[in-house]
């Protein structure tokens, strides 16, 4: 089973509007935290966003939001008000395990979703 | 500051022929990390280093692989008697502190290397 699923290969959207991007985890660990990320043509991966599982408040960080329902394993990224600059590749990943003694190391990727925002 | 960065860009290689990929982490990072990127996926885990230890190499996809981190800063990820499926995006990443702080450390990554076997 996959640990990360992300539904939504592509997505177009209006400059100005919401965009809400779908993001469901597998995991039996009770700690782990759950990041997105931005791949842009260049291919770098550029950090958006943190929850950890213990956070009982959802993560923001200007533009995005991270809407956290532990219940439903479920980490969707918002973002208000796209912009242009917004195209690209997004991908939801997760670290499973404890904050000592074990746990994985590397980040389990989603296969992404790629938003292209029209003008 | 400097980024994290990787050397080549861009590397062509003939089916058997070894390959090494550099990265040099953003300085002071203790963790070092290698992802693999096939074509239209995401990121895979395949190693990383603790300072100069390799502490989960879980992720290699065959024997033909080795990495190294001798000095504690700068990595290598070999492949050896490369073959088209390696053909592939290597992503480096580095993290100030270890997985032993928590699971929210940020990794910070490199534009990767774009490894095509012909």
Same mark, same amino acid.
Request: charged share 20%; hydrophobic share 30%.
């Given at each position: 089973?996959?640990?990360?699923?992300?539904?939504?290969?592509?997505?177009?959207?209006?400059?100005?509007?919401?965009?809400?991007?779908?993001?469901?985890?597998?995991?039996?660990?009770?700690? =782990?935290?759950?990041?997105?990320?931005?791949?842009? !043509? &260049? /291919?770098?991966?550029?950090?958006?966003?943190?929850? *950890?599982?213990?956070?009982?408040?959802?993560?923001?960080?200007?533009?995005?939001?991270?809407?956290?329902?532990?219940?439903?394993?479920?980490?969707?990224?918002?973002?208000?008000?796209?912009?242009?600059?917004?195209?690209?590749? =997004?991908?939801?990943?997760?670290?499973?395990?404890? !904050? &000592? /003694?074990?746990?994985?190391?590397?980040?389990?990727? *989603?296969?992404?979703?790629?938003?292209?925002?029209?003008? | 500051?400097?980024?994290?960065?990787?050397?080549?860009?861009?590397?062509?290689?003939?089916?058997?022929?070894?390959?090494?990929?550099?990265?040099?982490?953003?300085?002071?990072?203790?963790?070092?990390?290698?992802?693999?990127?096939?074509?239209?996926?995401?990121?895979?885990?395949?190693?990383?280093?603790?300072?100069?230890?390799?502490?989960?190499?879980?992720?290699?996809?065959?024997?033909?692989?080795?990495?190294?981190?001798?000095?504690?800063?700068?990595?290598?990820?070999?492949?050896?008697?490369?073959?088209?499926?390696?053909?592939?995006?290597?992503?480096?990443?580095?993290?100030?502190?270890?997985?032993?702080?928590?699971?929210?450390?940020?990794?910070?990554?490199?534009?990767?290397?774009?490894?095509?076997?012909?």
């Amino acid at each position: 089973a996959q640990k990360i699923t992300q539904t939504q290969p592509g997505m177009f959207v209006q400059e100005k509007e919401a965009v809400t991007l779908d993001c469901t985890y597998d995991t039996s660990d009770q700690s =782990y935290g759950l990041f997105w990320y931005k791949q842009p !043509s &260049s /291919g770098e991966m550029i950090f958006l966003i943190y929850q *950890g599982s213990y956070d009982e408040q959802n993560a923001t960080e200007g533009r995005y939001s991270l809407n956290f329902q532990k219940a439903r394993k479920s980490a969707n990224l918002v973002i208000s008000a796209s912009q242009l600059g917004d195209s690209a590749m =997004y991908f939801c990943a997760m670290r499973e395990g404890a !904050s &000592s /003694g074990g746990g994985a190391d590397g980040l389990t990727f *989603g296969k992404g979703t790629h938003l292209i925002i029209q003008p | 500051g400097a980024g994290v960065s990787q050397s080549p860009r861009y590397k062509v290689a003939k089916r058997g022929q070894d390959v090494a990929l550099r990265c040099d982490p953003i300085s002071g990072h203790v963790s070092l990390f290698w992802y693999q990127q096939a074509l239209g996926q995401g990121p895979e885990f395949l190693t990383y280093f603790q300072n100069e230890a390799q502490l989960d190499k879980s992720g290699l996809p065959s024997d033909r692989f080795f990495a190294e981190r001798p000095e504690g800063s700068v990595s290598t990820l070999k492949i050896q008697r490369t073959q088209q499926e390696d053909s592939a995006v290597y992503l480096c990443a580095s993290s100030l502190v270890t997985r032993t702080s928590g699971n929210g450390y940020e990794q910070y990554f490199g534009p990767g290397t774009r490894l095509t076997v012909t």
